[in-house]
């Protein structure tokens, strides 16, 4: 392996090392489990506040227990709208992902990922305002978002 690859590899590791040491040494993973779940109810909470009126829900569990660090909501409308939304929001540089709905009643899916190592409570609410623009404008409408493309 390159050297310098080796090194920035090295360096990641000894983050997460020092993320699973226990008291008395500060954080650990219980501090990003907590992290993670703060960043996620802020999310709920901001779409919720912010975001009414567009047809989103929730379809991520509430319960922290049964929570992971991801935020899944779907959208109810018609024809692709959650795949445009997650292009028109990655266009702006909000990387979600789209879980098409298998046609059975489970809808389309617009999915959100937290990494507490390096996302911030700025990052969920500029997120949460992306979207919020994004779906009060009809941005999500426009051609070039409602093009399939190999990943989502």
């Known amino acids: 392996?390159?050297?310098?690859?080796?090194?920035?590899?090295?360096?990641?590791?000894?983050?997460?090392?020092?993320?699973?040491?226990?008291?008395?040494?500060?954080?650990?993973?219980?501090?990003?489990?907590?992290?993670?779940?703060?960043?996620?109810?802020?999310?709920?909470?901001?779409?919720?506040?912010?975001?009414?009126?567009?047809?989103?829900?929730?379809?991520?569990?509430?319960?922290?227990?049964?929570?992971?660090?991801?935020v899944c909501l779907t959208l109810n409308r018609p024809g692709g709208a959650a795949y445009a939304v997650v292009q028109a929001l990655i266009a702006r540089g909000v990387i979600g992902d789209f879980r098409a709905g298998d046609g059975a009643g489970h809808a389309d899916i617009l999915r959100f990922g937290f990494a507490p190592l390096y996302t911030g409570y700025a990052d969920v609410w500029h997120a949460a305002e992306h979207l919020r623009a994004v779906l009060a404008g009809g941005e999500w409408q426009r051609p070039e978002f409602n093009q399939p493309h190999e990943v989502t």
């Open 1 to 70: 392996q390159p050297m310098l690859s080796l090194a920035a590899l090295d360096c990641g590791v000894d983050t997460l090392l020092a993320a699973g040491e226990v008291a008395p040494a500060p954080g650990g993973m219980a501090a990003l489990r907590a992290k993670s779940l703060a960043l996620t109810d802020l999310f709920i909470d901001l779409v919720e506040s912010r975001c009414g009126g567009h047809g989103l829900g929730l379809a991520t569990p509430r319960e922290h227990s049964r929570r992971g660090s991801q």
